[in-house]
């Protein structure tokens, strides 16, 4: 009788033997594929990515970090390869980093919990949008992109609004001055003129003589508002030629000197000039003769009967520079800073109630920048005010 054999019908059979080079080699290689494709996904990253471990003290508190891993974009954003900042800390990497900002990273890494933020990298020049969260305790990732070039049109975007609103001040302030400023001299004038025929007819020579004199000083007042007022919307529509050319200023600042003797002679004060026999200035000429003759009857205006005004020129190495001088009322402080500038412009009546808008000081700061120059004011109440102003000697 055959003996049956044990394993027969048996459906328990043993496996054949694992061949374990084989499965090693699979696994390695699901590895390197799967590696592959995570570091494939991982640089085809639109943002820049960075992981970090958090450096702690002896109480605990971030105080630096060691950078792990990150994707190319960092070399983009910041200049450094992966291969120069891998292993080594941020403070090895930048040595003037932010310690509030490193305590801040390393908080995430510590309690879990992300921040996101803009801010200007001064050591890359740089905008960078930042969103930060903690894979693990002890660890932080940092996403980022490169956002200058968005937050550089913000920021041309808001100087536009901010001079947007200045042009509305401006034609707001201009308008005023046409509707208040430049209709009340001659209304006065009308009415003064109608008072002036009355004391005609009725032979009161003294009166009329007084009235005269008022509505030439209204006459005057108005036409140099009006001079102003045409020669600033010239200069703000851009149809206001600047022609610099080299002339002598002394004969200039003389003449126009000259023009204002009468001026000062009906208020009793003394124009001097102190001026060096010859001065050479490269500017345009109307616009200095603009300049000169607002600041000249500016200080007629504000200056007492019995005053004195000082004009006078010195040569300071490359430049000239003018002022005027008087003894008059002065400006407040507070009045300092708004007398350039047509949204809080300042004015005020002079000594015998002269009318002005001080749009002839924002004419003057105008024309004097187009020639790269400045304008200052050194005033105290009660004892006077220096205007000075620099030109170039030299074509700038």
């Not at 590895?31 to 996904?41: A, C, D, G, P, T």
């Amino acid at each position: 009788m055959n003996e049956k054999n044990p394993n027969e019908g048996n459906l328990n059979i043993q496996n054949p033997p694992v061949n374990t080079d084989i499965d090693y080699k699979l696994v390695i290689s699901s590895l390197k594929e799967s590696e592959e494709k995570y570091r494939l996904l991982f640089e085809n990253m639109t943002s820049g990515f960075q992981l970090n471990e958090v450096i702690t003290d002896e109480n605990g508190e971030p105080i630096d970090f060691r950078f792990l891993d990150g994707n190319s974009l960092i070399e983009n954003y910041t200049g450094y390869s992966i291969e120069q900042v891998r292993g080594k800390t941020i403070k090895e990497i930048i040595p003037e980093s932010d310690s509030e900002m490193i305590k801040k990273y390393g908080n995430v890494a510590l309690t879990g919990e992300g921040f996101n933020l803009e801010y200007f990298s001064k050591t890359f020049q740089k905008y960078f949008k930042i969103r930060t969260y903690s894979p693990k305790k002890g660890l932080f990732a940092v996403v980022f992109n490169d956002i200058s070039e968005r937050k550089q049109t913000e920021i041309e975007i808001q100087k536009k609004n901010e001079k947007l609103q200045q042009l509305n001040d401006e034609k707001d302030k201009f308008f005023s001055i046409i509707a208040h400023d430049l209709r009340s001299p001659f209304t006065s004038i009308r009415s003064l003129s109608n008072m002036l025929d009355e004391a005609i007819e009725t032979n009161n020579q003294e009166e009329a003589k007084q009235l005269s004199e008022m509505i030439v000083k209204l006459a005057n007042n108005a036409t140099d508002l009006l001079s102003n007022l045409m020669e600033w919307a010239r200069s703000q529509t851009g149809r206001m030629e600047f022609k610099p050319e080299l002339f002598e200023i002394t004969n200039l600042i003389s003449e126009i000197t000259n023009f204002f003797n009468l001026n000062a002679e009906q208020k009793s004060i003394e124009l001097t000039k102190q001026l060096p026999l010859r001065i050479e200035v490269f500017a345009d000429k109307a616009m200095v003769s603009t300049i000169i003759r607002n600041l000249i009857s500016n200080a007629i205006k504000f200056t007492r009967p019995g005053g004195k005004i000082i004009i006078s020129a010195e040569e300071k190495q490359d430049e000239i520079i003018v002022s005027v001088s008087d003894n008059g009322v002065g400006i407040h402080e507070k009045a300092l800073n708004k007398i350039f500038q047509i949204s809080g412009m300042y004015s005020s009546k002079g000594t015998q109630n002269e009318m002005g808008t001080g749009l002839g000081l924002i004419l003057c700061k105008e024309f004097i920048e187009k020639h790269h120059g400045k304008i200052q004011v050194e005033s105290e109440p009660g004892v006077g005010s220096r205007f000075y102003f620099s030109l170039p000697k030299q074509r700038v």
